[in-house]
């Protein structure tokens, strides 16, 4: 385990590094470099020059790098001008509110498709699951925008429920929860239908294999079997799954954040992009990359704890 | 008397396929009493699982029993609710399945996997249901079952993993347990292991058990009494030695005679059943076997009963084989196996020589020379593959970085050369590097060191043009030839597409050849437009014949051509293997686990463990009189189809399990599992010593003596080795 931990380790800081040189690439073939990233178009010559003996930017390309690097694990990402705020402070003040919506709407995902997977692989080809199968179809063939208007259309519009925009995000619990329920559900439902068809899937295999047959000659009941022998061993290709998705997700949450208005780091790409204020796009990039790889890790320890083969390789 | 633990009356299993509903169990009757074990036999697809799978009511969806009675202990089961029956699975009855590798579930640990049955039936506390699991484990031969029980399923070696299999099976105690070919995934040596074990807890708890398997060896060795399945049929039933000494019915007496014996005339014919078994949606009329069965006559159109030809001795056919004295299977294995064609019905009597081969197209086919011909024919010719001093290792990769740690040797020091002509077979267990051996001499791998010539020439040394034109020389056969053509093409663009590559002939010339080659293997020209899946397993095998034999190979390598097929198919393809050989001047290296197979194929046998050749010569020497222990070993595990030689054999030839080949054992490989080991075989590696013309062995204290001339002996006539290597490693 402790070997299989390090590797993944590894791959993840190689990936990191790997990216961040992209980043810096990008940066650098800016007009005007880094420096005007930091100081914006219309800086003087002298604070250009000044910037750029202070960074260290007429150093080697490695050193400025090494430079660049080193600022960017301090959190120091450059400065918006537009915004007129450093990227990091702009980030640490956004990323959470991600982290709260992409982070509940996956959990939420995975609490509704799981069991639900499970259920359809247990009653394959009965007339529920054909229709839920139909229904996580509909799901699944909607991008997430498009459910976001439905869901704006039927429970804001028709039966005025919940809130339509999320700019009053951070008054208090009650109106947060209300004000995050639209986006959770236009971001959770899609994934809902993805991971539990996949769920089906394992379950069905699951449910086919010999060990299940095993199970079943020793008397297992029907709970027994799913919780005991298919939950555990159909999670692990599902957990995979889950891993993978997280960069569609982080994209996903950018285009439910700019339909409702909610301030999370999805409007701040948005606004920047329209801007093209570089340095925070970049910044975006940056956090949305290392979260991917760190949720990948996740997975793959994940799948490493539910299976032993992998374990004790 | 003893109590009856089960009785199964009239059972009648369906399966609802597409539209149709077939039978796979159709009318079998049969009783096991406390203490005894009743065998099932039959081929793939005779309804033997499915009658197992009837009495655990444990039928895939589609499958349903739809009459008669399964008496358990007096209380029919056919009619209980599922949460009845649940109670009865694991606690009642048990039944354990072919492979432990999948049959276990891999994500729990097996102590957790033992003590289930304990929990779902007696709710029994966390210390009451590992105390009974650690006494299971050890009563099932688990070594230090303490440490073992919260392994994983993969920690553990195919024979272990067997025993938790049986062990999980018998925790709770039933009264009946039923395997359902509980030895097939595994090796021979072990298979012996396991089958004692069985035998073992049947007397110890005096259980009933229900032993489905389609070797007629392993029948014979350890069943009280067998019944016969032949297309979901029971056709014949009656105890094991009965019916080994008077076999009645006429697939039982063929079944009998299909397999190769090691005591086999290797240069008659086998003798074995045309066609394949019915589909079960589409029965012929009147008797099953009808169209197989060389005494078919108009009567066999009524479908025959089953009735006592003996005093307890069940058999459904008009016309059982064996009323005259002395024509019993025993008598029939050494039948001549003439050539012939199939049989008209109606051309009852026994005298009626055995239907050839698969292969009832070729009817020009010569009679296969005698051995001695063969022999110094094969003497002359010249040598086609030599291997040199070949070696094989895998790097072993382990911590954090994925550093070397060591290495798996995985082929160690091999030499021996092939002649022209000439059938080698490579026997030993899973794991002993026969197969990387293989493939090292189809150039598939390349060789950590050593050489592999054909020819004359390296294969992997040659480049463009050459090597091209060398490959077309060499060609392989796989056990499962599914898995290698490609699904998507149709057998004539299978078989065609060599040709085509290799930019031979014309297009008219292309499908002759393929039409040719269809004909040799004995399967009708139709078959150039039809998928492979729409072909059995026999079949198929043929198809993989074919396809080797496009280019018109000089060597055909073939990895355990016949182990997935049933029997009577098997030997067909062993016939046809043998004519196309003769016919096209042929030379194979034929790898299997079965030495029977492999003494009726090869002229030279070599015996690998753990990466070395123990033992090289004449396949009759090596069966008549083995050197190594090992090869003795192995030559007694193979359960033979003979209850008098079955049933005295006691204990399993060869102890233990294969060790790892990371670390091999010092000196001697074999040494931790040899009878006869002493403290040299752990210190000094034995050379490869003489043991007569072709016959070398590579043992401290051989079975035979050694010949006088060492050096001479060294020098095997039927295939050249080099000098006995001592002390390479
Ligand atoms: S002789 Fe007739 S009844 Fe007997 S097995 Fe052959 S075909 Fe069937
Ligand atoms: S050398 Fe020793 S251990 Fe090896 S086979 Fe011979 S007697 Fe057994």
């Known amino acids: 385990m402790t070997g299989f931990v390090v590797r993944r380790f590894g791959q993840a800081v190689v990936v990191m590094i790997i990216v961040s040189i992209v980043i810096f690439g990008i940066l650098h073939a800016l007009p005007g470099g880094l420096v005007r990233a930091q100081l914006g178009p219309r800086a003087t010559a002298f604070s250009v020059h000044e910037l750029t003996i202070q960074e260290g930017l007429n150093k080697p390309i490695v050193v400025q790098y090494g430079i660049w690097a080193w600022h960017a694990l301090q959190g120091r990402l450059g400065f918006s001008y537009k915004l007129n705020e450093s990227v990091g402070a702009l980030l640490s003040q956004y990323l959470p509110r991600d982290l709260l919506l992409v982070g509940i709407s996956l959990l939420l995902a995975i609490a509704i498709a799981v069991p639900l997977g499970l259920w359809q692989g247990y009653r394959r080809n009965r007339p529920d699951d054909h229709a839920l199968s139909a229904l996580m179809l509909v799901f699944y063939s909607m991008p997430s925008f498009l459910l976001g208007v439905i869901l704006i259309v039927v429970l804001n519009i028709w039966v005025d429920v919940l809130p339509s925009t999320a700019t009053n995000f951070g008054t208090g619990l009650g109106t947060d929860i209300s004000v995050l329920a639209l986006p959770v559900f236009a971001l959770c439902l899609g994934n809902v239908s993805y991971f539990s068809r996949y769920m089906r899937s ?73 801007d093209r204020d570089f340095p925070v796009l970049l910044g975006v990039v940056l956090v949305v990359t290392v979260a991917t790889v760190v949720g990948n890790l996740l997975a793959d320890l994940g799948y490493a704890a539910l299976d032993p083969r992998i374990r004790y390789k | 008397m003893k ?77 209980l609710s599922e949460a009845e029956m649940r109670q009865v699975r694991g606690r009642a009855v048990s039944m354990i399945f072919q492979d432990p590798m999948t049959s276990l579930n891999p994500t729990m640990t097996i102590g957790a996997q033992v003590a289930e049955p304990l929990v779902i039936h007696f709710g029994s506390s966390k210390k009451a249901a590992l105390d009974r699991t650690l006494e299971t484990l050890h009563l099932v031969g688990i070594p230090n079952p303490r ?95 009965e019916l080994f000494a008077a ?16 005591t086999q005339d290797a240069s008659a014919r086998l003798p074995s059943i045309p066609g394949h078994p019915p589909d079960l949606s589409r029965l012929p009329p009147g008797c099953r076997f009808a169209p197989r069965c060389r005494y078919a006559s108009p009567a066999c159109v009524e479908e025959p009963p089953l009735e006592e030809a003996a005093a307890g001795h069940l058999v459904a056919c008009f016309h059982p084989v064996g009323v ?133 020439d390296e294969l992997l040394r040659l480049r463009g043009a050459d090597l091209r034109r060398r490959r077309r020389e060499l060609q392989l056969m796989f056990q499962d030839p599914y898995a290698s053509l490609d699904p998507r093409m149709r057998v004539g663009s299978i078989l065609r597409e060599p040709l085509v590559v290799q930019g031979v002939g014309d297009r008219r010339q292309q499908w002759e050849t393929v039409a040719s080659l269809l004909d040799e293997v004995g399967l009708s020209r139709r078959a150039v437009d039809l998928y492979p899946h729409e072909f059995s397993g026999g079949q198929r095998q043929r198809i993989g014949l074919a396809r080797a034999l496009t280019l018109n190979p000089r060597l055909v390598v073939a990895d355990e051509p016949v182990s997935a097929l049933d029997v009577s198919i098997q030997s067909q393809i062993l016939n046809l293997m043998k004519a196309l050989q003769r016919n096209h001047g042929l030379t194979y290296l034929v790898i299997s686990h079965d030495l029977a197979v492999l003494r009726y194929l090869s002229d030279t046998i070599g015996v690998m463990y753990l990466g070395k050749m123990v033992e090289l010569g004449a396949a009759d020497d090596i069966y008549a009189r083995p050197a190594h222990p090992y090869t003795h070993g192995l030559i007694q595990a193979i359960p033979v189809p003979d209850p008098s030689i079955e049933k005295a054999k006691r204990s399993a030839a060869v102890r233990g399990e294969l060790p790892s080949a990371v670390n091999p054992p010092s000196g001697c490989r074999f040494r931790t599992r040899c009878p006869l080991a002493q403290e040299i075989c752990a210190e000094e590696e034995p050379p490869l010593r003489g043991f007569g013309p072709g016959h070398v062995a590579a043992c401290h204290f051989p079975l035979l003596s050694p010949s006088a001339d060492q050096q001479a002996g060294g020098a095997p006539v039927v295939s050249v080795t080099s000098e006995p290597a001592p002390g390479a490693s």
């Open chain 2, 324 to 456: 005259l004295p002395g024509s019993g299977a025993a008598a029939a294995w050494s039948a001549p196996g003439a050539p012939s064609g199939i049989p008209e019905p109606p051309l009852p009597p026994a005298t009626t020589p055995l239907e050839p081969s698969g292969a009832p197209s070729r009817d020009g086919d010569p009679m296969p020379p005698d051995a001695a011909t063969r022999r110094l024919a094969l003497a002359a010719a010249p040598v086609l593959v030599e291997v040199d001093h070949l070696v094989k290792e895998y790097p072993v990769r382990g911590g954090g970085m994925r550093r070397r740690v060591g290495s798996v040797k995985a082929v160690s020091d091999v030499s021996f050369g092939i002649r022209r002509g000439e059938t080698f077979g490579l026997v030993g267990e899973s794991g002993c590097g026969k197969s990387t051996l293989g493939r090292m001499v189809a150039a598939l791998e390349r060789p950590t060191s050593g050489t592999v010539r054909l020819g004359g």
């Open chain 2, 147 to 241: 440490e073992r029980v919260d392994d994983y399923p993969h920690q553990l070696s195919g024979g272990l993993r067997q025993r938790v299999m049986i062990a999980t099976a018998l925790a709770a105690e039933p009264k009946l347990l039923i395997a359902d070919e509980p030895t097939t995934a595994l090796d021979v040596t072990i298979q012996a292991q396991i089958l004692d074990l069985l035998d073992r807890l049947r007397e110890e708890l005096s259980m009933a058990v229900l032993l489905i398997t389609h070797d007629m060896g392993v029948i014979a060795g350890r069943t009280d009494r067998v019944m016969v399945m032949y297309a979901g049929k029971m056709v014949e039933a009656a105890t094991t030695d």
């Open chain 1, 202 to 274: 394992s379950t069905v295999d699951n449910l086919l294999s010999d060990h299940v047959r095993t199970a079943l000659a020793k008397g297992a009941s029907p709970r027994r079997l799913l919780l005991r022998h298919v939950l555990r061993n159909s999670l692990t290709s599902t957990v995979t799954l889950i891993g993978l998705t997280l960069p569609y997700v982080l994209s996903g949450s950018l285009i439910i954040e700019a339909l409702f208005n909610y301030p999370g780091m999805g409007l701040l790409f948005w606004n920047a992009a329209q």
């Open chain 2, 247 to 262: 076999t009645r019915h006429p697939y039982a007496e063929a079944l009998l005679q299909s397999i190769p014996q090691l």
């Open chain 2, 3 to 79: 109590q009856r633990i089960l009785d199964v009356e009239h059972l009648r299993t369906e399966f609802h396929l597409r539209s149709v509903n077939v039978a796979a169990v159709d009318d079998v009757s049969l009783t096991i009493d406390q203490g005894e074990c009743v065998g099932l036999v039959g081929e793939s697809g005779c309804g033997k699982s499915t009658t197992g799978l009837s009495i655990m009511r444990l039928l895939p969806r589609s499958g349903h029993v739809t009459s008669g009675r399964v008496l358990l202990d007096g209380r029919d089961l056919v009619p």
